[in-house]
């Protein structure tokens, strides 16, 4: 009702109406066929978008569908383990094929009885090793080797780290905590922060279309909220005066990040009804008039609202379940 085209005169209103009307749609096509929603549960929009689905996996079930993704996920998770360990092993089999070979000699005597070959493998040796990287330049290994010779053999496993040979036997312990918090922590941090860049880099263009449809969203709230605003009023009701939504930066030791949040007083306000506010446990970036202002990282929503004339504030986290006004004693808003 609130993106229908026919709801809003002003053309460039319409005109935004359409396109979100649209996208409501095309989601309601989805979740109401069970195939497509249970894909779409599985692997998002970009499933729907896959190829073939409609011809190779219609007669599958949800749990079917399920049960396949689960075992792609598995496959991911260790060719991404092998390309981390770099695994590399080695086998190698000593055959005596001697009496195989002797028998096209011109002195060679049969043995009664005998009519195929003797071949006996006589040694074997395996090696097996694997690689944990710590920092951009130093790579923890950890090999083993095993040999047998005419029913005889052995092995062994080594560890080595080469650039802590002679600290590990100085000072091992000096040296661990050294490296933990010069090298390692600092390195994974870096790691973690360009991995998070990355993130953000592709998904840019995602985020200033979601940018776009939540601030076309607003707009086309203007009018429902002010007539939410003013039934609220008139009961003393629930009022959203401020709503953020984003990273909040309160850490001291962090007052060098910038905090990013965006301003979702009106799409919360458009979600209340008789006086409740009502959001399910589900990432908060999916409501009406809400997109992510820093993707990949930790997000919260602070609220501002107003209800019988005491102004009250709640924070909640991304995925939290939020009900306001609160009413159970676990679960008192800070009073203003």
């Not at 998770?77 to 002797?102: C, H, M, W, Y």
């Not at 090696?127 to 990287?133: D, M, Y």
């Not at 496993?157 to 918090?181: D, E, H, K, M």
């Amino acid at each position: 009702m609130l993106y229908h085209p026919d709801k809003h005169r002003d053309p460039d209103l319409k005109r935004q109406a359409e396109q979100l009307f649209n996208l409501v749609h095309q989601a309601y096509e989805v979740l109401s066929d069970p195939q497509s929603r249970a894909i779409y549960d599985i692997y998002g929009k970009r499933g729907l978008e896959v190829e073939g689905w409609e011809v190779v996996e219609r007669k599958r079930t949800p749990a079917e569908i399920r049960e396949e993704f689960e075992r792609l996920q598995r496959e991911r998770e260790e060719r991404r383990l092998q390309q981390r360990t770099n695994p590399k092993g080695t086998i190698s089999v000593g055959v005596d094929a001697t009496d195989l070979f002797d028998r096209y000699e011109e002195d060679y005597e049969e043995i009664s009885g005998g009519s195929l070959p003797h071949i006996e493998i006589n040694k074997m040796h395996i090696s097996q090793s694997i690689e944990a990287p710590l920092t951009t330049s130093d790579t923890a290994i950890l090999s083993g080797s095993l040999s047998t010779h005419n029913g005889n053999g052995g092995g062994n496993i080594n560890q080595l780290l080469p650039s802590a040979v002679f600290y590990a036997t100085v000072g091992p312990l000096v040296f661990y905590l050294a490296i933990q918090r010069l090298v390692i922590k600092p390195y994974v941090c870096a790691q973690k922060e360009q991995e998070l860049e990355k993130q953000r880099e592709s998904a840019a263009s995602d985020v200033a279309k979601k940018k776009q449809e939540a601030e076309s969203a607003v707009l086309l709230m203007q009018e429902s909220v002010r007539r939410i605003i003013e039934a609220e009023e008139s009961r003393m009701g629930l009022i959203i005066l401020n709503a953020w939504y984003g990273k909040f930066v309160t850490d001291n030791s962090r007052k060098h990040e910038r905090a990013r949040v965006i301003d979702v007083t009106v799409p919360l306000q458009c979600l209340v009804k008789d006086s409740k506010l009502i959001l399910t446990e589900a990432s908060k970036c999916g409501l009406p008039g809400f997109y992510d202002p820093c993707v990949g990282e930790e997000k919260s929503l602070k609220v501002l609202y107003q209800f019988r004339g005491v102004m009250h504030q709640v924070v909640a986290g991304d995925t939290e379940a939020l009900r306001i006004p609160k009413q159970c004693r676990g679960e008192m808003d800070v009073v203003l």
